[in-house]
């Protein structure tokens, strides 16, 4: 009897599951067409707006020879063989745009026409035109393009802001040179600050998705399900797989009047490096809670240096405006113009005190990294051997300094120097912290050949560096 009973009762729940499952999947099939075609549709319709950029430019490559060229022992001999000094070499270089104005206008990456001498775009009808810089912004890596072209297609841009993580983003553009190649997926996170994989410059508030972005990928749009820019994708992480990085569009936006009307973009800098309070700082810095900006160092010949901010202070308040932490303050100074007046409210050796700093106009000619860091006029940025530091490159040495990140596309393709470099001399003088460094720098000149001594995984060697225009370049 409980056999026939147990029998009864697994066939009345299977007929239950089975009709509940078959109600399921009419009710999908209801909501759902049976075949979707949704991102196929976007693509078919985005398509003619995305373009190829091919560009062009020239290396000049020194001869190592050339020292000797003058010498009266080899004169001779190349009179007889006779020697460039200095050649040209042709580089080329891809990427990806997109076209945002009907008359001609194509957004892309800053580092994908960096230094062109020639732009050809191509668009997927296999139309070319030569391609022109209008506007571009090393900072935010954004630059625009013009041919002269009408009625081409262009791409509506959407709102990043709205974005939501987990959303359905579509990428689109030339990876290793494969035109309109297509990758789907999601939205995985909003705000990152990360270091361009492409440029090697650090900035802020990207966006983050799992849709494949490679090499060549760079300046192509980023879209949502509904065919509207979010995104100008710019930045891999290498090795990593499911992790690429857009520029939000809502950045762009905001730039193109000034890029398209000037050619650049006008900022405001104050000469500050700034880190967030943490919860096991406070006490140290006599602080209640973990609200404000710490300055972490502190630009020379900058307005904050000849306003007598220091390192180590902390600023809680610009103008009138609390500053919770980094981000907050570069927020509340972002559109102001130069020559503008602020007064900032900071903490130093446990008591409130109010700075005015007047702000400058960020020079750009030079290069964006010689107004930021006085390291980065050298192609590389130092540090200090910390044990974190340590750590992370597994370095064999505590005296010296640490090369931490490098910005020169010439070094990083030589490979004289690395990341995690331990540089030991400067000119045989020994350097055995950021102090040293800083005191060797003054006795470089322009025009200068330079030789560092070099610690690399417990092996030393010599880097002839030489000093162009306060620029130091590997030959």
Request: charged share 20%; aromatic share 8%.
């Amino acid at each position: 009897m409980n056999r026939k009973i147990k029998f009864e009762f697994l066939l009345c729940f299977s007929v239950l599951i089975l009709f509940l499952l078959t109600g399921w999947v009419q009710a999908v099939n209801s909501i759902i067409p049976e075949e979707t075609n949704l991102v196929a549709d976007i693509v078919e319709k985005v398509g003619p707006s995305v373009v190829y950029v091919d560009t062009l430019s020239y290396k000049t490559y020194r001869n190592p020879l050339s020292p000797f060229f003058n010498d009266p022992f080899f004169r001779d001999f190349f009179d007889i063989f006779p020697q460039p000094e200095e050649r040209r070499i042709p580089q080329k270089g891809l990427g990806s745009g997109f076209i945002f104005r009907s008359d001609g206008y194509i957004l892309t990456n800053e580092h994908v026409i960096q230094g062109a001498e020639q732009i050809k775009v191509t668009l997927k009808d296999g139309r070319e035109f030569d391609g022109k810089v209008i506007g571009s912004d090393p900072l935010t890596d954004i630059a625009i393009i013009k041919v002269d072209a009408t009625d081409l297609p262009a791409l509506p841009l959407g709102d990043s802001d709205r974005a939501r993580v987990g959303e359905w983003m579509i990428a689109i553009g030339n990876p290793y040179g494969l035109s309109h190649t297509v990758t789907v997926g999601v939205l995985s996170a909003k705000g990152r600050p990360i270091y361009s994989g492409d440029s090697g410059r650090e900035y802020e508030n990207f966006l983050q998705t799992d849709a494949a972005i490679n090499p060549g990928n760079s300046g192509g749009p980023l879209l949502n399900i509904k065919g509207e820019v979010i995104g100008i994708n710019t930045a891999i992480l290498p090795y990593a797989q499911g992790v690429g990085f857009a520029i939000p569009i809502n950045m762009a936006k905001s730039l193109l009047d000034p890029l398209i009307e000037t050619g650049k973009v006008v900022r405001s800098w104050v000469g500050i490096y700034l880190q967030d309070i943490t919860p096991d700082m406070i006490q140290q810095f006599g602080l209640n809670e973990p609200k404000g900006a710490l300055i972490a160092d502190v630009v020379p010949n900058s307005p904050a240096s000849r306003a007598g901010i220091q390192r180590g202070d902390i600023i809680l308040k610009v103008d009138d405006e609390e500053i919770v932490n980094a981000a907050v303050f570069h927020a509340a100074i972002q559109d102001k113009k130069p020559g503008i007046q602020l007064t900032l409210s900071v903490w130093r050796d446990n008591q409130a005190k109010e700075i005015t700093v007047i702000l400058e106009e960020l020079v750009t000619e030079g290069g964006v990294e010689s107004a930021l860091s006085p390291d980065l006029q050298f192609g590389f940025e130092v540090g200090e051997i910390t044990s974190e530091l340590t750590r992370k490159y597994n370095l064999r040495t505590k005296s010296g300094v640490v090369i931490i990140r490098i910005d020169s596309q010439e070094i990083i393709e030589t490979g004289y120097l690395r990341e995690g470099d331990v540089i030991l001399q400067l000119n045989r003088q020994t350097i055995r912290d950021l102090q040293g460094w800083n005191a060797a720098l003054t006795m470089v000149e322009p025009g200068d050949t330079i030789i560092l001594l070099v610690n690399r995984r417990g092996r030393t060697f010599f880097v002839p560096v030489e000093v162009k225009s306060s620029s130091l370049l590997v030959p």
